[in-house]
């Protein structure tokens, strides 16, 4: 089969579609997570509780809607196979990163997706060793994908680059040494493309990667997730001074009283709102080499830019 996209004969509308592929992946995890009674069944307990039942699956939605922008060569089943392993591995180093996040030596924090954090829960000892398992887990996914091995090294590379030293873990040791101290735009700007932007810049590649995408539409995909990535960290940044526990499911106004440098402090709220707009607009704008094929993409920066949790 060439030339055919898995997903385009259903076409619900945006929350439909997005709520369904929410309740997907999460069939996906708690299918591909260790079952709670397999030993040892306390880690794997914490590993599930991490995971499933929370969260927007943001990540996991844009390797789909990534994944339907680009026509496919070669066997649809397989594509969407490959594509839910993917969605499930970007949600897995994502469940790790917040359980490591919030542990007493990093956020110290206690709730997270309107629960106990997986420390309070469980134990410490336990929550970082349930972190430290959902990461091979998630390069176990990917190197299961049923399609061509080239594609399963570059899935690979994609993601333990966006995961390690200059990505995500590189961005949190930034924003750990930055508590306290003034950070340029440039240097706030830095942080955030490696802590945040650097996943959910990853989940758009695997969604390209795995359709096969062409070089012309891995680049539009690229500055799309570069605009993306960005601007959900200023609404984050926007949601932690202007939302509540109860709608966050974390706990808001911890950047201030820390004193940690955000896009508020730097730009005022209102200066942030129009950034956040800003970049919206260059994320639909780099959408148009991929025509109506990227619909669900500029529908998923509008979710993330008008979100309020
Ligand atoms: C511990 C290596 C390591 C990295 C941690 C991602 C991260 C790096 C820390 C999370 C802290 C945080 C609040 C970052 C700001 C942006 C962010 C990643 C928010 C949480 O992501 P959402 O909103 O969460 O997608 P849900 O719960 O919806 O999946």
């Not at 089969?1 to 369904?20: S, Y």
């Not at 260790?34 to 040892?40: E, G, H």
């Not at 995408?213 to 539009?220: D, E, G, L, N």
């Amino acid at each position: 089969m060439t030339n055919k996209n898995p997903m385009k004969q259903i076409q619900p509308a945006f929350p439909e579609w997005l709520q369904g592929r929410v309740q997907h992946v999460e069939d996906v995890l708690d299918d591909l997570l260790p079952p709670a009674d397999a030993l040892p069944s306390r880690l794997h307990e914490a590993m599930r509780y991490a995971v499933l039942g929370g969260g927007k699956r943001v990540r996991a939605a844009l390797v789909y809607a990534a994944g339907q922008a680009c026509p496919v060569s070669g066997s649809v089943l397989a594509v969407q196979a490959s594509l839910d392993r993917a969605a499930a591995a970007v949600e897995l180093i994502h469940a790790y990163s917040l359980v490591h996040d919030d542990l007493p030596c990093m956020d110290d924090d206690t709730l997270r997706r309107g629960r106990p954090t997986t420390h309070v829960q469980f134990d410490e000892a336990t929550a970082m060793l349930a972190g430290d398992a959902l990461q091979p887990l998630a390069f176990d996914l990917l190197a299961s994908m049923p399609i061509a091995p080239a594609l399963i090294v570059q899935a690979t590379q994609s993601l333990a680059r966006a995961a390690g030293s200059q990505g995500m873990a590189g961005g949190q040791a930034i924003d750990l040494f930055s508590v306290g101290r003034a950070l340029t735009r440039d240097e706030l700007q830095t942080m955030h493309s490696m802590k945040t932007g650097a996943m959910l810049a990853c989940s758009v590649a695997l969604g390209g990667i795995v359709a096969g995408a062409s070089s012309a539409s891995r680049q539009a995909l690229d500055a799309y997730a570069q605009a993306v990535g960005l601007a959900f960290q200023v609404v984050d940044d926007i949601l932690d001074v202007t939302a509540d526990s109860a709608s966050l499911g974390k706990t808001p106004g911890k950047d201030a009283a820390e004193n940690k440098p955000t896009y508020v402090s730097l730009l005022g709220l209102d200066g942030a709102r129009a950034f956040a707009q800003e970049l919206r607009e260059d994320a639909l704008a780099a959408l148009a080499p991929l025509g109506e094929a990227g619909s669900r993409l500029a529908e998923l920066a509008d979710f993330i830019v008008l979100r309020d949790r």
